[in-house]
């Protein structure tokens, strides 16, 4: 009898460690299953996943996949947090115009867990003169406030300031940020804007406030028009070094400046992404600290608020977006952002009501006091997938900064052009995987629900951009213009665009593909009509008759379709079919129009289909 060491785990102790090549051999065998035969090395590549800014994800993660020193919390270069601890503010956002109704929102969410406040003010949010009348009954001084005015930021720092001395906050008590981003305000509305006024109030704040932060580097306008994590990360490194010379210049002492500013980022549905890039944010402002001389300072730890992404939010079945939401709420915790703001699922359809914010903000409570994700510090690092990731990203986000520096700095690189012409670039190829259904979008170009009753909110304040502002851009654009063509076509004729679906033979057949054809036409607002008495192209004429469609698409098996196809195809054009699409590969078959496959572009099919229809644009 073997006596087995008394350490807890030995089910497995007997058993010869298995290799890595072993393992690419069982990886073979599942692509030889379907049709690949490619072996060794080459097994390993081709269920690699291609990311954005060049980097590719692994199937798998070893050892041998090393990375820097990732130190320790609280420590340059700051990977694992710049605090010993974990936990996030829990920071709620406000937009509403009227003073009063903002408040009552305020202080409901003071009331109901949320940490901090962040308000819009100005055109897009409660004016200047209605900021008193939006705080009344908050504690400024239990209460960070953080500010988001644009062009209006002096004003509403101004009178941000005049409630601290009026309410009698202790200046050592006040603390937030002011707002203050002129880079940020000329990305979003392509107007120059003077950098004198955000300097003169840091200054200000750092000399009366040693609390308050001044400035923020807003991340938000790069991510909103299409960029890539690594450019989100150049631009707003280069946006935050241009601040660091214009302070210094102005008289600040290096960790004095470094004090004065906070980062905003997106954190997305990519849960390992938005953990890898708050990482890699940390390290590539700690290696701007060291090469500025304040490597030691506590500034020197890149203050982090992060967001929960509007690019991803969806206006067709929005409460979806309260799973996108919690799992990036939980990428930008366990990423290590000191704030974190969980948008309403309702943001994209205007202004949120009492259920949104509630889910919103319990959506942190729930990950920070029953998840107990604030009790462990980096509770992603070691892992070598995020390790790999951070260092990555991080070299591809230093690339992109150094490209802008040498285009003389942020604001010369938004002047010039450049930046905006780099994520046009960036957003044109992922629309391309958008439109292919390569990045699905749940709820829109998968498993769309046409039935659904639209959600409707009181509209959000509009701000236009002026020319040559960063466009704003979300995920489900593309396919929004064409479910708002059937909604149009629907409230016109009283039916939505219909689609036949021609099932051919057994359901062990055609299930899988009438699943397919279904769910993308779907996604553009056509209705499909199954009628499963389809065995023969006389039935099938018979049942396109019935449908009320004017198009159709035949699903089965290849080998039915080599049968079958051509005869269906012929009957229902014969019965009236516009268009007749066959759900599989391209080949060759007559009387087919068009095929529709994984990976073929859905928004063009789609597009077309409402045209032939006559569905208007």
Known sequence: MTVLPDDGLTLASEFPDATHEQWQRLVEGVLRKSGKDVPGSAAEEALATALDDGLVASPLYTARDTAPDAGYPGFAPYLRGGRPVGGWDVRQRHGRPEADRTNEAVLADLENGVTSLWLTVGDAGVPVTGLARALDGVYL???????????????AAGELLRLYEERGVPREEARGNLGADPLGVSARTGQPVDAEAAVELARRTHDRYP???????????YHEAGASAGQELGASIATGVAYLRALTAAGLATGD??????????????????????????????RVAEASGAAGDAGA?????????????TRRDPYVNMLRTTIACLGAGVGGADAVTVLPFDHELGLPDAFARRIARNTSSILLEESHLGRVADPAGGSWYVERLTDELAHAAWAFFQELERAGGQGEALRSGLVGERIAATWAERKRGLAKRREPVTGVSEFPFLAEKPVEREPAPGVP?????????????????LR??????????????????A??????????????????????????????????????AAAFA???????????SDTLYEEQAEQVAEALRSAGARQVFLAGRPGEHTGVDAYVFTGCDAVGVLSSVLDRMGVAP
């Not at 997106?266 to 402002?285: C, M, N, V």
């Not at 019935?546 to 089965?556: F, N, P, Q």
């Open 211 to 221: 609390a308050l932060r001044a400035l923020t580097v807003d991340a938000l306008p």
């Open 465 to 481: 951009r002026p020319e040559g502002g960063l466009p704003r851009v979300r995920r489900d654009e593309d396919y929004e213009a």
């Open 141 to 155: 001084d239990l209460a960070p406030v953080v500010l988001d005015a644009g062009p209006d930021t002096a004003a």
């Open 301 to 313: 730890a890149q203050r982090q608020h992060a967001v929960t992404s509007p690019v991803m939010m």
């Open 484 to 501: 708002a063509r059937s909604d149009a076509h629907l409230a016109a004729t009283g039916a939505r665009p219909r689609v036949f679906l």
């Open 503 to 540: 099932a051919l033979g057994p359901a062990s057949a055609h299930t899988a593909r009438v699943a397919f054809a279904s769910n993308l036409f779907q996604a553009g607002g056509v209705e499909p009509v199954h009628d499963p008495v389809t065995v023969d192209a006389a039935t099938a």
């Open 257 to 286: 400046a470094l004090r004065q500013l906070e980062f905003r980022y997106a954190a997305t549905a990519d849960q390992f992404l938005t953990i890898a890039k708050l990482r890699a944010a940390r390290r590539l402002w700690a």
């Open 546 to 556: 019935r449908s009320g469609a004017s198009v159709a698409c035949l699903c089965s």
